[in-house]
């Protein structure tokens, strides 16, 4: 039986690049994080909501928030549909019923916003067809207006200018390198605990969610000491260890493969072939001969005879 992926947990880290992204204004608000409104599953993703009314918000996302902020995330796996957007427009009217007393939120105080890390056609097609207004006040941030009783933001995260929106950017299974080297680049900038805190939630899904890519960094020798010296404060451990089971098991499919060999031509064969496996992938020969005593129980002048 094959072994299943872990499975990326987006939401919390999407809790923490909303955190990070507002770092400029979190004082004057608050974070809740899925919001019950009665039972589950009627669980809202996030509310933000302004500790003091009419304060601004510096982050082009938070410049259409009002007192009560809701925010519906989907990550890359979840679908963002017309049902999607109605359902969270429900929510926003069971949240503005729940109020302690009758009309104590008002209606005109509440702002929606939809996360996701790209653009979904049929959606924006729907809003064209039914006679909504889109328009484009910042980049990957589109406001809808129409047939609808509370503002709505869509963000496309994808879409957001890299250099003001690296936490959200980063919630995405198609980083580039470059957005890589940016998240690393905003994280080796922050000197609050509760900052770094926040910033290692966001790389761990970052990372899970682009580990073939960043294997090929951390195959770059240049790059691989600048990676682990900008991560290790906050990830460390989580990287080393994964470097080691890159290790492991390219040293485990080199040992396997020339043991096939060696079965088929020969022991000396095997081990040839073992050493040229292990340094195709881009194993040192120290390595290699460590390996190779061990695996075949030979002197170090053997080995050295192999390499």
Not at 107 to 117: E, F, K, P, Q
Not at 126 to 141: A, D, L, R
Not at 145 to 174: A, D, M, N
Not at 200 to 222: F, M, P, S, T, W
Request: proline residues 4%.
């Amino acid at each position: 039986m094959k072994n299943k992926k872990p499975q990326i947990q987006w939401h919390p880290a999407f809790t923490a690049a909303m955190n990070l992204e507002m770092i400029e204004n979190r004082d004057g608000l608050r974070f809740e994080r899925e919001y019950n409104l009665n039972v589950k599953p009627l669980e809202i993703d996030m509310i933000i909501t302004k500790k003091w009314p009419g304060m601004p918000v510096e982050n082009e996302i938070g410049r259409i928030f009002r007192g009560h902020n809701i925010l519906e995330y989907k990550d890359p796996q979840d679908s963002l549909n017309i049902d999607v957007f109605f359902k969270t427009e429900g929510y926003a009217c069971l949240y503005k019923s729940y109020g302690k007393t009758a009309d104590a939120i008002k209606a005109d105080d509440i702002t929606i916003s939809l996360i996701r890390d790209i653009r979904l056609a049929g959606l924006f097609g729907y809003f064209k067809k039914h006679g909504y207004q889109i328009t484009v006040p910042f980049g990957g941030i589109y406001y809808i207006t129409g047939k609808i009783p509370f503002p709505v933001q869509i963000v496309v995260s994808s879409e957001l200018k890299p250099e003001r929106h690296v936490w959200l950017r980063s919630l995405s299974g198609k980083l580039k390198k470059q957005d890589l080297e940016n998240l690393m680049g905003c994280v080796r900038r922050l000197d609050r605990k509760m900052d770094r805190e926040l910033a290692e939630a966001v790389l761990e899904v970052a990372i899970r969610a682009n580990i073939e890519k960043l294997k090929k960094v951390i195959g770059d020798e240049r790059m691989s000491d600048e990676l682990l010296e900008i991560i290790r404060p906050f990830i460390e451990p989580k990287i080393l260890l994964m470097k080691q089971e890159m290790l492991d098991q390219g040293l485990k499919q080199g040992i396997e493969r020339g043991i096939e060999q060696g079965l088929k031509q020969g022991i000396g064969q095997g081990i040839k072939g073992a050493v040229d496996i292990l340094r195709d992938m881009g194993h040192e020969n120290e390595e290699i001969k460590k390996v190779i005593m061990k695996r075949y129980e030979l002197t170090e002048k053997d080995a050295d005879a192999y390499l």
